[in-house]
């Protein structure tokens, strides 16, 4: 009997922890909806940008053949201007998927996200860095787009700011060099209720003089 109350008792805190790591998982956040990133790809920035890619080569001091310096000196292919830099931009398509997959309730307009702000943090490949020393310090950007409850949203941000390649370390590689970052970029915001919501996706950052 004594054998049987214990089996017992073992099989039912087994199914109390079953229920409770599933409802963990279910309910994080107060949301019934989940961010979720489609696409995240970087742009250099330059006179001529390039193309979206999920792999961004970002220059750190960039070459003019066009136009003037800050002195009116005439940049040409022949007489090239350099010592200039340029942000690099980002930019996501981002969805929502509902938590609860077994609803038949379709979602409303009180589930659609609001993101206003956009944390950027880089890091080594290792997941080591120190900001401001061995990788580009940290920054918040902001920016307003809304996700509908059923679709898509594509939202431009700043990626790599350009003053930060006036910066330790990026300023150390115009004289040679390279630096792989990954860039962990959170995009926060709240549903039409106040819920809170937040999602984060990651980018390769290639730092060179490429020109």
Not at 31 to 41: A, D, E, G, K
Not at 138 to 150: E, G, K, M
């Amino acid at each position: 009997m004594t054998r049987m109350r214990i089996i017992t008792r073992i099989l039912t805190a087994a199914a109390l922890l079953a229920a409770t790591s599933c409802s963990s998982t279910v309910r994080t956040g107060d949301s019934p909806m989940f961010l979720v990133i489609n696409t995240l790809q970087g742009t250099a920035g330059g006179p001529t940008p390039g193309q979206p890619s999920s792999l961004l080569f970002s220059d750190v001091d960039a070459v003019l053949t066009a136009g003037t310096d800050s002195s009116g000196n005439a940049c040409t292919p022949t007489a090239p201007c350099r010592g200039f830099v340029f942000n690099d931009s980002g930019q996501a398509v981002l969805s929502l998927a509902r938590k609860d997959v077994s609803s038949a309730t379709a979602p409303t307009t009180n589930n659609q996200v609001t993101i206003t702000r956009i944390h950027i943090h880089y890091r080594l490949a290792d997941g080591s860095g120190v900001p401001g020393s061995t990788v580009p310090a940290d920054f918040d950007t902001f920016a307003t787009a809304t996700i509908p409850s059923s679709g898509t949203a594509t939202i431009g941000f700043e990626l790599v700011r350009a003053a930060a390649k006036r910066q330790v370390p990026l300023a150390t590689l115009v004289s040679g060099g390279f630096l792989g970052v990954t860039a962990d970029v959170t995009f926060s915001g709240t549903d039409q209720v106040g819920n809170a919501v937040s999602v984060t996706g990651s980018i390769q950052i290639e730092f060179a003089n490429w020109a």
